[in-house]
Each structure stands twice: as structure tokens, then as C-alpha cells.
């Protein structure tokens, strides 16, 4: 549709999108970089019930290693609203990753957002979590909570994933103690690939990447399979305290 | 430019067969046989069908084509150089890392190539999106879209037929190259492949079965499909896989494999005078 003059925002569960759909997007999208907006739903194990076939874990690490793409991965409902927009004037393919779960509204509705720039929430030196998606708000969590026990850490909300803001990451490694990844996907390819990548090149120090190790998710409500994959913000405390 | 000539139709056909033999024989590489078959279908096409202009070739207007089995890319660089869209010279670097004429179609690359193509099964579905917005804007050009029969083994082609169908895009044209083989041997005998007529059929379409290597036919064909409202036209058309060189024809062993020195200098004998 796009070759005769209109963008087609094409949308279904993630683990379809990008994975039952992988050769479309990389032979009749990416590669003739066509102006196609892919908008996958229900990323990641907080899909909750469905289980493992239905929870995508591998559609960041697939979708950022294709030439032409973008990658979007949102964490609240206001920047949700940006990005469903904003893609629309990048003149390319961008996938946009989403999750089913509800999720706390984070940013009040004048946040400016910039494609391909980070969100810093804190100036916190002791440790910086660098957070994408629904688990944003966990990390959010953990960092007030950590607050109040003297430990001041900072977040950092990676909504685009490809290309990689760089610059925050390495700024990030020179001015906190600290680099913890957390992601709704494995951690096999995804936000913590990508920062280990930067760093190593950049600015090279350890990273402690969470996200699903390597598995397959299960059957559950999402805040259960949260816990369950060590996904929430006592488990991100338990992380900056034992390392 | 539009040819009604019947006999000039099939003189620039088999000029595009010639052309053809000659960039798999320089690639040593390349898909002779699927070409060869579709020939007389994209020459009909480039030269008396499509309302496209070389000297305008990015007009948002012109009519579409898009080669979904993009395997037989010499057939289409053959037309799009007979129709001046690029020089001859060029064909000289079909599949050569110095140039840009893919072993599959780049429409980035080439200058009317309408849609990249090369993973089969995907093109009824990209064709369907050109027609839709067709339709929608009512710009009014049709879109024509060559499927190999090999190539509708792929499941895709068939959810994108139930789309054809469902949007009624009476602007869309499916030409099926039914040469009867692909790569490992005859369609039946792969897949159990038969009456891909009744299929199309049951699929809602208009239906037209002709013999695919008569010019006369294709016209005809294509005529009528224009004519036909509310639904989409599957032409059949029946090939022959090689067709032109006789050494070619009906043998899966040529569906992708270039000629010897001594096997070029014949079918180019072959080919020197329009075969009757």
C-alpha cells in the first residue's frame, strides 16, 4: 500500500508480528526498506495466561538485527501515544513492541520524547537501571524504594532500542557504580545485548543483565510470572545490593 | 506505446527469450527455464497491456507488476530493457557484484521494478495492497501479479487470495505460470498439485485458462479480465518451462542452471528466427 501512497500500520501479537512473520518483514519490508509500521501487542511474558506460545521473548534481539528497521519498545500509556505517531514520520519500517499488561502511567502528558534518545528519571550515582518496556515501571519502583534506604540509583528508559542512544548509555557507565539491564525478554539479543555491545566497544565495565534467562515463559498472571522470572523491583533491589 | 501486432508482439518476445539465454550464459547463473515460460506474458504485458511510460517511469498512476516469482528476474530485466527502461548493456551485469541487477528483482536498484521480490509466495499479498489503495483513491490502475505454480505451494499466496476476494479487486490480475515443473520435478508429483483452475475458483476468483505461450491468447485474456467486474481475475496460463529452446523445454533440470558455451551457441541458433 505504501508504494502507492499510504503507510500501513499492520498489527497482531508479537509473537506473530515478528516471529510467524520474520521472512515477510525481512524480504518484503526491510530489505526493499519500505515505509511499513509493524505494531506487535502482547510482548513478553506479561501476557500472563496464554503461556509460552504466546509470549514473545525473541522479537527485539530479530527485529534490531534487520538493516533499515527501528525499534520501539514503549513503557507507559502516554508514551504509547507518542510513539504510535512518531513512527509515522520516520520514513522506514519500525517495530513497535507492546505489552498486554496494564502498567502505571509514568510520564504526564507534556514529556517530551525524542526517537533514538533515553529517558534519564534520577541523577542517582550508586548504580543506573536501564529499563525498556513494561518493566520500566518496576525499575521506577525500585528506585524509589531504594531511596529511602540511602541508596540513590537512577533509571533509564531505553524506548528505542535501535539505534541505541549511545551517548546516555556511556555517560551512564562513567558517572554510576553500577549497569543493571532489565527487560520483558530474553537476555539473549535484546536491551541488555545492546547495552553490553555499546559498552564493550565504548566504555567497557561489568553489566548485569535481567531478563528471561534463556527459557521459554509459562502460564500464570502476569504480576505472578513477573516474580516468578525475578522481573520485579525487589528483585532489581536484590541485584544493586548483592554486586 | 501500445503494440496491437501480433507478429511484432512475438518478435520482441523472442528477442526478451534470446535476451534472457544471454545473461544466464554471461552469469553463469541464473533461472533459464521459469523465464523462458513467462516470456510471451511479460512481453504482452510490457508492450500491449500495462499503461506504463518508460519516460515517466515513477508515475503514481501507471499500472503495477510485480514478479512474485522473482527467480525469473531475466524476464523482466529482458522487457524492462527492450522497453527502454535501462540499456542492454546493463544485462551484461545481471547477478555480477558491479552491478545492480539482482538475481532477484531490487525495485531500489532497477528503474521499473515495482516491488522487490525473491521468497516466494509473498507477491499476491503486496499486490493486493496496491490494488486495495487503488481502489481507495480511486486512482484507477490495475495490478498484474505473475505467480510460478511451483510458487503457490506457499500458503501465503491463498490467505492473500481470500484478501483479493474479500476487497473484490476487480483491478488485480493473477497470472499463473503453469509450466508444469519446479525444482524438483513435476508439481503433482510434489505436492499433489492439480486443477489449480477449480482452486482459484473456489477462492472467488474469475478464472481464465489459456495457453500461455500464444500471444494472441495472453491478449485476449487480459482483455477480458479488464472487463470483468466485483472480483479478481486468475489467469491459468498453460507454459511450456524452457519454452523456445527445445533442449530446455519441459525439463526441471533447467529451472536453474546456465548453459555451456556449446549449449548458448545453439539455443541462440535456435532462437535466431521467431519459431512458428
Same mark, same amino acid.
Given at each position: 500500500?505504501?508504494?502507492?501512497?499510504?503507510?500501513?500500520?499492520?498489527?497482531?501479537?508479537?509473537?506473530?508480528?515478528?516471529?510467524?512473520?520474520?521472512?515477510?518483514?525481512?524480504?518484503?519490508?526491510?530489505?526493499?526498506?519500505?515505509?511499513?509500521?509493524?505494531?506487535?501487542?502482547?510482548?513478553?511474558?506479561?501476557?500472563?495466561?496464554?503461556?509460552?506460545?504466546?509470549?514473545?521473548?525473541?522479537?527485539?534481539?530479530?527485529?534490531?538485527?534487520?538493516?533499515?528497521?527501528?525499534?520501539?519498545?514503549?513503557?507507559?500509556?502516554?508514551?504509547?501515544?507518542?510513539?504510535?505517531?512518531?513512527?509515522?514520520?520516520?520514513?522506514?519500517?519500525?517495530?513497535?513492541?507492546?505489552?498486554?499488561?496494564?502498567?502505571?502511567?509514568?510520564?504526564?502528558?507534556?514529556?517530551?520524547?525524542?526517537?533514538?534518545?533515553?529517558?534519564?528519571?534520577?541523577?542517582?550515582?550508586?548504580?543506573?537501571?536501564?529499563?525498556?518496556?513494561?518493566?520500566?515501571?518496576?525499575?521506577?519502583?525500585?528506585?524509589?524504594?531504594?531511596?529511602?534506604?540511602?541508596?540513590?540509583?537512577?533509571?533509564?528508559?531505553?524506548?528505542?532500542?535501535?539505534?541505541?542512544?549511545?551517548?546516555?548509555?556511556?555517560?551512564?557507565?562513567?558517572?554510576?557504580?553500577?549497569?543493571?539491564?532489565?527487560?520483558?525478554?530474553?537476555?539473549?539479543?535484546?536491551?541488555?545485548?545492546?547495552?553490553?555491545?555499546?559498552?564493550?566497544?565504548?566504555?567497557?565495565?561489568?553489566?548485569?543483565?535481567?531478563?528471561?534467562?534463556?527459557?521459554?515463559?509459562?502460564?500464570?498472571?502476569?504480576?505472578?510470572?513477573?516474580?516468578?522470572?525475578?522481573?520485579?523491583?525487589?528483585?532489581?533491589?536484590?541485584?544493586?545490593?548483592?554486586? | 506505446m501500445?503494440i496491437?501486432?501480433?507478429?511484432?508482439l512475438?518478435r520482441i518476445s523472442n528477442e526478451v527469450r534470446k535476451s534472457i /539465454?544471454?545473461q %544466464?550464459?554471461?552469469?553463469?547463473? #541464473?533461472?533459464?527455464?521459469?523465464s523462458l515460460?513467462c516470456a510471451d506474458i511479460l512481453t504482452v504485458l510490457y508492450f500491449n497491456q500495462m499503461?506504463i511510460?518508460e519516460?515517466?517511469p515513477?508515475?503514481?498512476?501507471?499500472?503495477?507488476f510485480?514478479l512474485?516469482?522473482?527467480?525469473c528476474s531475466p524476464a523482466l530485466y529482458a522487457v524492462l530493457s527492450e522497453r527502454g527502461y535501462f540499456?542492454k548493456? !546493463?544485462l551484461?551485469?545481471?547477478?555480477?557484484?558491479?552491478?545492480?541487477l539482482?538475481?532477484?528483482p531490487?525495485?531500489?536498484?532497477v528503474l521499473g521494478v515495482d516491488?522487490?521480490? #525473491?521468497?516466494?509466495?509473498?507477491?499476491?499479498?503486496?499486490?493486493?495492497?496496491?490494488?486495495?489503495?487503488?481502489?481507495?483513491?480511486?486512482?484507477?490502475?490495475?495490478?498484474y501479479?505473475l505467480?510460478?505454480?511451483?510458487?503457490?505451494?506457499?500458503?501465503?499466496?491463498?490467505?492473500?487470495?481470500?484478501?483479493?476476494?474479500?476487497?473484490?479487486?476487480?483491478?488485480?490480475?493473477?497470472? %499463473?505460470?503453469?509450466?508444469?515443473?519446479?525444482?524438483?520435478?513435476?508439481?503433482?508429483?510434489?505436492?499433489?498439485?492439480?486443477? /489449480?483452475?477449480?482452486?482459484?475458483?473456489?477462492?472467488?476468483?474469475?478464472?481464465?485458462?489459456?495457453?500461455?505461450?500464444? /500471444?494472441?491468447?495472453i /491478449?485476449?485474456?487480459?482483455?477480458?479480465?479488464?472487463?470483468?467486474?466485483?472480483?479478481?481475475?486468475?489467469?491459468?496460463? !498453460?507454459?511450456? !518451462?524452457?519454452?523456445?529452446?527445445?533442449?530446455?523445454?519441459?525439463?526441471?533440470?533447467?529451472?536453474?542452471?546456465?548453459?555451456?558455451?556449446?549449449?548458448?551457441?545453439?539455443?541462440?541458433?535456435?532462437?535466431?528466427?521467431?519459431?512458428?
Amino acid at each position: 500500500m505504501l508504494l502507492v501512497g499510504k503507510i500501513p500500520y499492520a498489527s497482531t501479537f508479537a509473537v506473530f508480528a515478528a516471529g510467524r512473520a520474520y521472512d515477510q518483514i525481512r524480504n518484503s519490508i526491510c530489505y526493499p526498506n519500505l515505509n511499513v509500521k509493524i505494531c506487535a501487542t502482547h510482548a513478553g511474558i506479561t501476557v500472563g495466561e496464554d503461556g509460552a506460545t504466546h509470549q514473545m521473548l525473541e522479537d527485539i534481539s530479530m527485529m534490531r538485527t534487520l538493516p533499515n528497521m527501528t525499534v520501539i519498545v514503549a513503557s507507559d500509556d502516554v508514551q504509547t501515544k507518542w510513539a504510535v505517531e512518531e513512527i509515522s514520520k520516520i520514513k522506514g519500517p519500525v517495530y513497535l513492541r507492546l505489552s498486554r499488561m496494564a502498567t502505571p502511567i509514568i510520564y504526564n502528558e507534556a514529556q517530551k520524547f525524542e526517537i533514538g534518545k533515553a529517558v534519564q528519571i534520577g541523577e542517582g550515582t550508586d548504580a543506573s537501571i536501564i529499563a525498556t518496556g513494561d518493566v520500566v515501571c518496576e525499575a521506577i519502583k525500585a528506585k524509589e524504594e531504594l531511596e529511602k534506604q540511602g541508596i540513590n540509583v537512577r533509571v533509564i528508559d531505553v524506548h528505542t532500542i535501535k539505534p541505541i542512544d549511545k551517548e546516555m548509555i556511556v555517560k551512564c557507565a562513567k558517572e554510576t557504580k553500577k549497569i543493571i539491564t532489565i527487560e520483558d525478554h530474553s537476555i539473549i539479543g535484546g536491551l541488555g545485548s545492546a547495552v553490553c555491545e555499546v559498552l564493550a566497544e565504548e566504555y567497557p565495565c561489568k553489566v548485569t543483565r535481567m531478563g528471561i534467562n534463556d527459557q521459554f515463559g509459562k502460564s500464570g498472571k502476569a504480576e505472578e510470572l513477573l516474580k516468578y522470572f525475578k522481573l520485579t523491583s525487589e528483585d532489581i533491589i536484590v541485584k544493586i545490593k548483592e554486586n | 506505446m501500445k503494440i496491437t501486432d501480433v507478429k511484432e508482439l512475438e518478435r520482441i518476445s523472442n528477442e526478451v527469450r534470446k535476451s534472457i /539465454i544471454k545473461q %544466464v550464459y554471461i552469469a553463469k547463473s #541464473g533461472h533459464p527455464g521459469g523465464s523462458l515460460s513467462c516470456a510471451d506474458i511479460l512481453t504482452v504485458l510490457y508492450f500491449n497491456q500495462m499503461n506504463i511510460d518508460e519516460k515517466n517511469p515513477n508515475s503514481p498512476l501507471r499500472d503495477r507488476f510485480i514478479l512474485s516469482k522473482g527467480h525469473c528476474s531475466p524476464a523482466l530485466y529482458a522487457v524492462l530493457s527492450e522497453r527502454g527502461y535501462f540499456e542492454k548493456e !546493463k544485462l551484461k551485469e545481471f547477478r555480477s557484484v558491479r552491478g545492480n541487477l539482482q538475481g532477484h528483482p531490487d525495485m531500489n536498484k532497477v528503474l521499473g521494478v515495482d516491488m522487490t521480490t #525473491g521468497s516466494l509466495g509473498q507477491g499476491l499479498s503486496t499486490a493486493n495492497g496496491m490494488a486495495l489503495t487503488s481502489k481507495l483513491n480511486h486512482d484507477g490502475f490495475r495490478v498484474y501479479c505473475l505467480l510460478g505454480d511451483g510458487e503457490i505451494e506457499e500458503g501465503q499466496v491463498w490467505e492473500a487470495a481470500m484478501t483479493s476476494y474479500k476487497y473484490k479487486l476487480d483491478n488485480l490480475c493473477v497470472i %499463473v505460470d503453469n509450466n508444469n515443473l519446479q525444482i524438483d520435478g513435476n508439481i503433482e508429483n510434489v505436492k499433489g498439485l492439480d486443477n /489449480i483452475e477449480g482452486k482459484f475458483k473456489a477462492f472467488g476468483f474469475n478464472t481464465i485458462v489459456i495457453d500461455g505461450n500464444n /500471444i494472441e491468447q495472453i /491478449i485476449n485474456a487480459f482483455n477480458t479480465a479488464k472487463l470483468t467486474k466485483g472480483k479478481p481475475t486468475a489467469i491459468i496460463a !498453460k507454459t511450456t !518451462k524452457g519454452k523456445g529452446v527445445s533442449f530446455m523445454e519441459n525439463e526441471a533440470g533447467w529451472h536453474g542452471k546456465a548453459p555451456s558455451e556449446e549449449e548458448y551457441n545453439e539455443a541462440i541458433e535456435e532462437l535466431k528466427e521467431v519459431k512458428k
